[in-house]
């Protein structure tokens, strides 16, 4: 049968005008997708900032549905499931886009910085170093470094602590001499009381050399010796302190005292500590002069004397125990401990960064875990 070319040149007319119309019906859906996605953006950002987290979250996801190639959409909703706690799901998001091929390397070494995040929140800290590490000479190497560093710090692996923050230290990141000098004050502290005296006295000399100007090192080595019967070698040891660090010697002032009795140099130390009190009194540079000097009438005088230039209740209370006449002993001891229960609160130290307080001075805060972060001074003497 021929085939009659007639048809053909009808059907052609027909085939066009039909691809016209399918385009136009694409593109009239397009262009509507194309509106009504940033409407849901927006209304997203609007529920956003009016706090209704869980329908922004909704409406992200429709428009992450519509527009899966959207990378910012995706680290906008990883971010808001880790705010939300809803660790599993930022993880699922940031997971997706690494898997992406074609995604460029600045955003994949977002996507790595942002699941380490979120490993780091959920608690998962091996997964969290693993992903850190993978950002190693991407431009998150610098925050995965300290990163790093404070999963050690809480692992406490000092070691390697000290390894990444001398890394830190090369890339010009900032100084980390004062925390590598507490990682091997820490190192020394676990090596003495396994009683391997060598590695803590080596610990301690590298933590002198890491920071000279740190206190704790002097203090650890000053009571090390004292423990040992080295009463003149702690003397030495806080000595140093008080030429390094004059406020902390206000830590070991009674150790000190303790140390010059135990050394024959009750006489010396005497006049040095009351060189030093009358330039920056303190009530433990006052506890250490009366140790030093027994005479009631002396301790008595000096008490009295402080307690008017700083009226503080720990004062009172040891200028009342036992030396006030003629009140009975009775009545002396419910004064006693009418004051004591009033100092209490006061006899705290506080940790200048996030205000946590403690009955003992702490080297490394454990609220917001900052080191040299509490003075050691007393509530009751700032």
């Known amino acids: 049968m021929d085939f009659d070319l007639q048809w053909l040149l009808l059907g052609l007319p027909v085939a066009f005008a039909l691809g016209w119309l399918a385009s136009r019906i694409d ?222 010697f206000n830590l070991v002032a009674a150790e000190y005292a303790a140390s010059a009795i135990a050394c024959d140099q009750r006489a010396a130390a005497l006049e040095h500590l009351d060189a030093i009190y009358q330039r920056e009194p303190s009530l433990d540079l006052l506890l250490a002069i009366d140790r030093l000097d027994a005479d009631p009438s002396r301790q008595r005088a000096r008490l009295m004397a402080h307690l008017h230039a700083h009226p503080a209740p720990s004062v009172a209370r040891e200028l009342l125990v036992p030396k006030a006449e003629p009140l009975s002993a009775p009545e002396l001891q419910a004064l006693a401990d009418t004051l004591d229960r009033a100092a209490r609160p006061l006899q705290r130290y506080r940790c200048a960064a996030c205000g946590f307080e403690a009955q003992h001075h702490f080297w490394q805060c454990p609220g917001c875990m900052a080191w040299d972060s509490y003075p050691p001074l007393r509530l009751e003497e700032m």
């Open 27 to 248: 593109l009239r859906q397009w262009k509507r997708e194309q509106r009504e996605s940033p409407q849901t953006y927006l209304k997203g950002l609007s529920l956003l900032l009016n706090e209704q987290q869980d329908k922004a979250i909704d409406a992200f996801i429709e428009v992450v549905q519509s527009d899966p190639n959207s990378t910012d959409l995706h680290f906008a909703l990883g971010n808001l499931f880790r705010r939300r706690g809803e660790y599993e799901r930022a993880v699922r998001v940031h997971e997706y886009l690494l898997m992406r091929a074609d995604l460029p390397k600045a955003e994949r070494d977002r996507a790595q910085d942002a699941l380490a995040q979120d490993f780091m929140k959920a608690g998962l800290f091996d997964r969290a170093e693993a992903a850190y590490r993978a950002l190693e000479g991407s431009r998150f190497d610098t925050e995965a470094q300290l990163a790093l560093l404070a999963l050690h710090e809480r692992s406490r692996d000092w070691r390697t602590a000290i390894d990444v923050a001398r890394k830190l230290e090369r890339s010009g990141a900032a100084s980390f001499a004062s925390r590598i000098a507490h990682y091997w004050c820490e190192i020394a502290e676990e090596a003495d009381a396994r009683q391997q005296a060598e590695a803590a006295a080596e610990a301690l000399r590298q933590a002198r050399e890491a920071d000279p100007q740190a206190p704790r090192p002097l203090v650890m080595s000053g009571r090390w010796h004292a423990r040992r019967g080295d009463h003149a070698l702690a003397m030495q040891a806080f000595g140093e302190l008080l030429v390094a660090q004059r406020a902390s």
